[in-house]
């Protein structure tokens, strides 16, 4: 029989990458039940291991309802390094956009509630994510949204919390460009307030089915961003879109760090929003899944007969370093 990971985790197929890592379902021998396992790629990359280590961290400081639990970790000097997580039966926002491309409001409104309460949680804890965009958000069949991909991560309040015990030669931005706050692209020392931002260039996404600052290159939108460069929501939708959610989305886009609000306020804005309807936004979110799974040309997620699916083989293949230049997402 194959190796397991750690002599536990027998990964049995992808589910998902992004620029650093890859991320499996695997079967935890012990405990007899599905787990994710992200297996980091450039393991030899003194960088992307410090980030890696800094995400495990990061984690596991924090314990919420819609942030993706942290079950074990390899310690960052196994090659492949590894973290293990509870698995998230759903799809990330990014899937969903390809055959949703523009939700209603009450969808974003419930995830901009269910996002904000991650973000109350991460911030209160003094961690700041920076890189809040569609791929590292999941929602499940049940309306559980659960916000992952923590590589980017800081405790921006108490560095310390996430332990020093590495040091990185990072550069002084970081995040996928589209998603960036002004302080970011300008320079100016950025705090939580820059996933408000991200929250903010998301939601507009989620809206109008548009990303507000995309352009040819990472130049022009990181310009755009500076300038604050974009059709406001309210020209691009019109009367059709909800006020509310209009005004919650260019609050969360405002340039001004200290004018910009925090998590709470878009919490209980859309929290009042959803109330007066008699609504709650994990059924929201379950409903609006119902709707887009009855789409012909949707595939499931990998379910539950998991325990009868075929190991892959893992090789060296799979953490198989990458150039520096293919790098997507700038980091610090
Ligand atoms: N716990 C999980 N359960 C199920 N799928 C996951 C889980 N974590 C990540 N994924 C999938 O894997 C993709 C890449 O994971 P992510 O943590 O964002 O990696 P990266 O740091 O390389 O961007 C995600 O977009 C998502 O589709
Ligand atoms: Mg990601």
């Known amino acids: 029989?194959?190796?397991?990971?750690?002599?536990?985790?027998?990964?049995?197929?992808?589910?998902?990458?992004?620029?650093?890592?890859?991320?499996?379902?695997?079967?935890?021998?012990?405990?007899?039940?599905?787990?994710?396992?992200?297996?980091?790629?450039?393991?030899?990359?003194?960088?992307?291991?410090?980030?890696?280590?800094?995400?495990?961290?990061?984690?596991?400081?924090?314990?919420?309802?819609?942030?993706?639990?942290?079950?074990?970790?390899?310690?960052?000097?196994?090659?492949?390094?590894?973290?293990?997580?509870?698995?998230?039966?759903?799809?990330?926002?990014?899937?969903?956009?390809?055959?949703?491309?523009?939700?209603?409001?009450?969808?974003?409104?419930?995830?901009?509630?269910?996002?904000?309460?991650?973000?109350?949680?991460?911030?209160?804890?003094?961690?700041?994510?920076?890189?809040?965009?569609?791929?590292?958000?999941?929602?499940?069949?049940?309306?559980?949204?659960?916000?992952?991909?923590?590589?980017?991560?800081?405790?921006?309040?108490?560095?310390?919390?996430?332990?020093?015990?590495?040091?990185?030669?990072?550069?002084?931005?970081?995040?996928?460009?589209?998603f960036l706050a002004p302080e970011q692209v300008v320079g100016f020392p950025a705090n939580e307030k820059v996933d408000i931002f991200a929250l903010g260039t998301l939601t507009y996404l989620l809206t109008s089915g548009k990303l507000p600052f995309h352009r040819k290159d990472t130049l022009s939108t990181m310009k755009a961003i500076a300038y604050l460069d974009y059709v406001p929501l309210s020209k691009l939708c019109g009367e059709s879109t909800d006020a509310e959610l209009m005004r919650i989305v260019s609050a969360a886009m405002r340039p001004d760090v200290n004018k910009r609000p925090g998590a709470a306020w878009l919490w209980q804005k859309s929290d009042e929003w959803l109330a007066v309807r008699g609504w709650s936004a994990e059924r929201v979110l379950r409903d609006f899944q119902l709707t887009m799974k009855e789409a012909e040309d949707y595939e499931a997620p990998p379910s539950a007969d998991y325990l009868s699916s075929s190991e892959i083989t893992i090789s060296r293949d799979i953490a198989r370093p990458r150039a520096k230049n293919q790098r997507k997402t700038l980091r610090s």
Not at 127 to 137: E, G, L, T
């Open 1 to 178: 029989m194959l190796k397991a990971i750690g002599g536990r985790y027998t990964v049995l197929q992808p589910l998902g990458r992004g620029g650093m890592a890859t991320v499996y379902l695997a079967r935890d021998e012990r405990l007899l039940r599905p787990v994710a396992i992200k297996l980091i790629k450039n393991y030899e990359d003194s960088d992307d291991i410090f980030l890696f280590h800094r995400e495990a961290r990061a984690i596991a400081a924090l314990t919420h309802h819609n942030i993706i639990t942290i079950l074990d970790y390899s310690g960052p000097e196994e090659h492949p390094a590894y973290i293990v997580m509870e698995y998230v039966a759903g799809d990330s926002l990014q899937t969903i956009l390809r055959a949703m491309p523009r939700f209603p409001a009450a969808a974003v409104m419930a995830v901009i509630h269910e996002l904000a309460a991650a973000l109350m949680a991460a911030h209160k804890a003094g961690i700041v994510h920076r890189d809040i965009k569609p791929a590292n958000i999941m929602l499940t069949a049940e309306g559980r949204l659960v916000l992952t991909d923590f590589g980017l991560a800081k405790a921006y309040k108490k560095p310390e919390i996430l332990g020093k015990t590495m040091v990185g030669h990072i550069t002084h931005l970081s995040g996928t460009p589209e």
